[in-house]
C-alpha cells in the first residue's frame, strides 16, 4: 500500500542517500562506544534491571541487517535478539563492520517510492518504510546513550556525541 | 546557500510535515519521563559525574525554539542552558508546553526549500537545516534515554520507549 506523493514533496527534506549516511554516521559512534568498554563490563556490567550493554547491541544488530532486508522485499523475519557468534567485543565488532557494508549494499535497492509504502516490520510493527528506519536509528540511539551512563559509571570518559 | 533539487528529491523520504510529527513524538515521551521522576531526583539526582535530568532538560529547551527560530529567519542566538524559571518540575512542563506550542507556531514558517539550506545554529554549528534539526532530535532522545537509566537505577519504571 502506497501513500500519494503531494505537492509538499516536490522539495526532498532529507534524500535517501543522506538518510543512509545519517544511520552510518550514528552506527560509526555506536561502534566506538562498544570499543570503548573493557571486555568483562561489556558483558556483564548493568544498572537496576537493565540489561548489560552487550545485549542491546546484539538486539541493535537483529534489527538493523534483518530490518533493512525485508524492506528491500525479503520476507519479514522474527527478531532474534540472541546472536551465537556474539560472545566476545572483537566478534561484536566483526558482525558491526560485516552489517555496516551489508546495510550499503541493500540500501541501494531500496527505490525512493518504497519509503512511503507501509510494511509489517518483523512481522508485528506497522509503519512506513520510513518510519521503522527512523524507528531502528532512534532504537539505536536510545540504547547506545544508555551505554554512555554505562561507561560514565565506571568512570570511562565515553567517545563524543557528535563525533560521528 | 542552497543545494540543487536532484531527481532523487522527485519523491521525498519525508515531508516536513511528518519531521515535526515525528519530533513532537518524541518531545510527548520526553515529556512523560520528566513527570515520572519525583521532584527531588529531577533536580539531584545523577550518576557518575553527569547533569541531573532537569540539567538537560533545561539544554533540550534552550535549544529546540530558539532553534527553530533562527531557521526560520531570525537571528542566531547565544546557547542559553539555564533558564531562571526553571527551578520546579511544574514550571519545567509548562515550558515545555510553550515550547510544544511554539515549535508548532514556528514550524509552519519553514519552507521545502528552506531544509536543504545551510546555515550556522547557534553561531556556532554548520550544516544543513534538515541535519540540524535531526540533530535536536538525536540530541533529545540521547538525553532522555540517560533519565531512563537514572529513573531504573531509582527503581522507577519509565514509559515505554514507543509510546509517543
Known sequence: ??????????VSVITSTELL??????????RKVIAAFPEKEFFEY???TMRPFAAMVQ??????????????????EELKEHIEEANSKANILSLWDK??????RLWAQI?????????????????TVWSSIFYFID??????????????????????????
Do not use: C
Open 46 to 48: 548493568s544498572i537496576g
Open 139 to 164: 532504537n539505536e540511539i536510545h540504547h547506545r546513550a544508555q551505554g554512555y551512563v554505562y561507561l560514565r559509571s565506571l568512570g570511562i570518559e565515553p567517545p563524543p556525541f557528535w563525533e560521528r
Open 1 to 10: 500500500m502506497s501513500t500519494t506523493a503531494t505537492e509538499e514533496q516536490i
Open 59 to 76: 538486539e541493535l544488530l537483529a534489527i538493523a541487517v534483518p530490518g533493512i532486508k525485508q524492506i528491500v522485499g525479503g520476507e519479514a
Open 99 to 104: 552489517a555496516t557494508d551489508d546495510i550499503n
Open 111 to 127: 527505490s525512493n517510492e518504497r519509503f512511503r509504502e507501509t510494511i509489517l516490520a518483523f512481522g508485528q510493527y506497522e509503519g
Open 21 to 30: 549516511q545519517h544511520w552510518q554516521g550514528h552506527r560509526s559512534l555506536t
